[in-house]
């Protein structure tokens, strides 16, 4: 499958290298592809510079947010929260339509520091805002309450065993999305589908007490799971 991902971060990375080695054909988007080309400086999180990483992944494509848009049969939001809207709005209506979108950002304001706050919360999420803003567009909220290792390789954490929520409107695109998820290894049984995209208000909110227990743990490699 021929599949788009807005942004070329962490996250973006991440699930772009699993979706390649499972023989997808994937292109990153991104504001300038010169410029992103050019960085060599490595980010907080230990993820090497954009530059060194894109040279060991020859067969992964960079180009503007509209030419990956126009590109993925299916797209992928791995851009930070903050710029999420503005990058959609850079892709282009008429490149989105008819697609499903999986939505992994999340609305974390680092505007003061950390630990950061939400810039869309409580009534509504950035979610939510992204369907309404596209209502032609799949909107599948998936991948965000988890760090970018275990989204590609959940066997890192408790041999798999912990809980990946997702939420959306279209019961056929969420079905499509479990299935590209059980296919990057995680198990049918761990998927929750919490019901429709107002359902990411929760997901979105999680990431609060997410950063925080980074913050005690000193590492990301942790994920919560559901018991009854």
Same mark, same amino acid.
């Given at each position: 499958?021929?599949?788009?991902?807005?942004?070329?971060?962490?996250?973006?990375?991440?699930?772009?290298?699993?979706?390649?080695?499972?023989?997808?054909?994937?292109?990153?988007?991104?504001?300038?592809?010169?410029?992103?080309?050019?960085?060599?400086?490595?980010?907080?999180?230990?993820?090497?510079?954009?530059?060194?990483?894109?040279?060991?992944?020859?067969?992964?494509?960079?180009?503007?947010?509209?030419?990956?848009?126009?590109?993925?049969?299916?797209?992928?939001?791995?851009?930070?929260?903050?710029?999420?809207?503005?990058?959609?709005?850079?892709?282009?209506?008429?490149?989105?339509?008819?697609?499903?979108?999986?939505?992994?950002?999340?609305?974390?304001?680092?505007?003061?520091?950390?630990? !950061?706050? +939400?810039?869309?919360?409580?009534?509504?999420? /950035?979610?939510?805002?992204?369907?309404? *803003?596209?209502?032609?567009? %799949? =909107?599948?909220?998936?991948?965000?309450?988890?760090?970018?290792?275990?989204?590609?390789? !959940?066997? +890192?954490?408790?041999?798999?065993?912990?809980? /990946?929520?997702?939420?959306?409107?279209? *019961?056929?695109?969420?079905? %499509? =999305?479990?299935?590209?998820?059980?296919?990057?290894?995680?198990?049918?049984?761990?998927?929750?589908? +919490?019901?429709?995209?107002?359902?990411?208000?929760?997901?979105?909110?999680?990431?609060?007490?997410?950063?925080?227990?980074?913050?005690?743990?000193?590492?990301?490699?942790?994920?919560?799971?559901?018991?009854?």
């Amino acid at each position: 499958m021929n599949i788009g991902i807005l942004g070329t971060g962490g996250v973006a990375r991440a699930i772009a290298a699993k979706l390649v080695s499972l023989g997808h054909t994937v292109t990153l988007g991104t504001r300038n592809v010169e410029e992103t080309k050019s960085r060599t400086q490595g980010d907080a999180m230990g993820n090497v510079s954009f530059q060194e990483w894109f040279g060991k992944n020859s067969s992964i494509k960079l180009a503007s947010y509209a030419e990956a848009a126009a590109f993925g049969e299916l797209l992928v939001n791995a851009t930070s929260g903050i710029g999420s809207l503005g990058a959609l709005t850079s892709a282009g209506e008429k490149n989105l339509n008819g697609k499903i979108l999986i939505d992994i950002s999340n609305p974390l304001d680092f505007s003061k520091g950390f630990p !950061p706050f +939400l810039s869309v919360s409580n009534t509504d999420s /950035l979610g939510e805002q992204i369907q309404r *803003a596209y209502p032609n567009v %799949k =909107v599948v909220k998936a991948f965000n309450t988890l760090s970018n290792p275990l989204m590609v390789n !959940p066997s +890192l954490v408790n041999n798999g065993d912990h809980t /990946l929520p997702i939420c959306g409107n279209d *019961a056929e695109a969420k079905t %499509k =999305v479990v299935a590209l998820i059980q296919s990057i290894g995680w198990k049918s049984e761990n998927i929750l589908d +919490l019901g429709d995209i107002s359902n990411a208000r929760g997901t979105e909110a999680f990431l609060l007490l997410w950063v925080r227990m980074f913050g005690a743990f000193k590492s990301p490699m942790f994920q919560f799971k559901i018991v009854k």
